[in-house]
């Protein structure tokens, strides 16, 4: 994506805008990439008349404006998220961030959707559980459900795949990586009033069940694994990393999105994606303040 243009002062009668759209018809590149810098030169405002002709008959002129649409759309999500992180303190509502997140890369996404689609896995399983039951098989038929019949997976094939981190795409396409699947375990979790928290370990994300009698760590990369803490420590011993009982701690929903920002600003600068990756910095900053 090029730069953003310098922002037009100047305003547009009638006649030139129609001129204006009359030229995105127009399947010259070249004619194309000037139009359109004009056009984003207007701001915000431009997005309203160039909207309408997203349905147009003329297919150059529909896809021209559709990309334009996007881009303002993409703005306007970019704003709404670093709104978000830089109001909200340590435990935002992780959910929201999430999904905030998801749509400044798909800003057409309708973020109550998912949010219904969590609703109702959380519901099914909420007629599968007996809460007042052992913990060892409440984290088992979540498991099941999640993991076998729902078909929750890590990426193992393509895991540095960007749509891993984006919970939208985890929930169309059932794959992920450690983080976005815990999210998903997270917030089914909580749902059903769970004592269920989200653990960073160097490198890797858990999650683990507690209360007065138990203490269960859960791997959803590993189609809901159940590990003790023992497996936990030799996990980071084995990395060559000093094991303290901070890596155990409960991470805050901040330190959840910033981790996982982190990861998609490492793959876009990996896969050399300058815009992305300055996208991506921006959203850390506001983060970790």
């Known amino acids: 994506m090029s730069a953003p243009p310098t922002k037009s002062t100047a305003k547009l009668d009638e006649k030139q805008r129609k001129a204006l759209i009359s030229l995105l018809a127009d399947e010259d590149p070249a004619v194309y990439r000037t139009v359109r810098q004009k056009i984003l030169s207007y701001g915000p405002i431009a997005a309203q008349w160039v909207r309408e002709h997203c349905l147009s008959n003329d297919a150059v002129l529909r896809r021209h404006a559709q990309e334009i649409s996007h ?16 109001n909200q303190g340590e435990d935002f509502d992780l959910e929201q961030g999430a999904l905030l997140l998801a ?14 689609l969590m609703d ?27 993991f076998t019949e729902q078909r929750f997976a890590g990426d193992e094939t393509n895991f540095h795949d960007p749509e891993n981190s984006y919970l939208n795409r985890v929930l169309d396409r059932r794959k992920g990586n450690h983080i976005s699947l815990s999210v ?12 269920v928290a989200g653990i960073g370990l ?26 003790a803490k023992a497996d936990c420590v030799k996990y980071v011993v084995q990395l060559q990393h000093r094991f ?9 929903a901040r330190r959840i999105l910033l981790r996982i920002c982190a990861n998609l600003h490492q793959i876009y600068t990996h896969l050399k994606s300058p815009a992305q990756s300055e996208r991506l910095q921006r959203y850390l900053v506001a983060l970790a303040k």
């Open 71 to 86: 881009y303002f759309s993409r703005q306007d999500a970019d704003t709404q998220l670093l709104a978000f992180c830089l």
């Open 244 to 252: 303290e009982e901070s890596c155990l701690a409960p991470v805050s």
């Open 184 to 195: 998903v375990y997270l917030l089914v979790a909580r749902r059903l009033r769970l004592p």
């Open 103 to 116: 749509r400044t890369q798909y800003p057409d996404i309708n973020i109550e959707a998912y949010s219904a």
């Open 120 to 146: 109702h896995l959380a519901g099914e399983l909420r007629e599968r559980l007996d809460l007042s039951g052992d913990a060892a098989q409440i984290l088992g038929v979540m498991a099941d459900y999640l």
């Open 202 to 227: 160097p490198g890797y994300f858990v999650c683990r069940y507690q209360s007065s009698r138990h203490e269960i760590y859960i791997d959803p990369f590993r189609k809901g694994r159940l590990l």
